[in-house]
């Protein structure tokens, strides 16, 4: 069964400052075709804040581009998001996506569609 569990910098931090956050897949995989992040606050829908596929190609939510970098261990199954310059509408919590995995099964490699999501960290900035 694929599990993501993130780790890292959450918690509170002032406008302006940093933090950086990652989530490392396990499971037997042998391949992801894209990781990476999005947020939830409370009362609103989760939203994209950075996703890179294998081959290094990144997307960013308008509201973090220049800001946020989200990058990875391909070999490691860990995707990692670096926070900078950050404002108090970035407070929420942040969950780990991981899409389009092959894992090793008992008898051939399968392909699996559905993402998989970590259970998330909180963010809080205060201004």
């Known amino acids: 069964q694929v599990q993501l569990v993130e780790s890292g910098g959450g918690g509170l931090v002032h406008t302006g400052g940093s933090l950086r956050l990652s989530c490392t897949a396990s499971?037997?995989?042998?391949?992801?075709?894209?990781m990476g992040w999005y947020r939830q606050i409370p009362g609103d829908q989760r939203e994209l804040v950075g996703m890179m596929t294998a081959a290094g190609v990144a997307d960013y939510a308008d509201s973090v581009q220049g800001r946020f970098i989200v990058s990875r261990e391909n070999e490691n199954h860990t995707v990692f998001l670096e926070m900078n310059s950050l404002k108090p509408e970035d407070t929420a919590v942040y969950y780990c996506?991981?899409?389009?995995?092959?894992?090793?099964?008992?008898?051939?490699?399968?392909?699996?569609?559905?993402?998989?999501w970590g259970q998330g960290i909180r963010v809080t900035v205060s201004s």
């Open positions: 499971g037997n995989i042998l391949s992801i075709m894209d």
């Open positions: 996506r991981a899409h389009g995995i092959l894992v090793q099964g008992p008898s051939a490699p399968t392909w699996t569609e559905r993402p998989f």
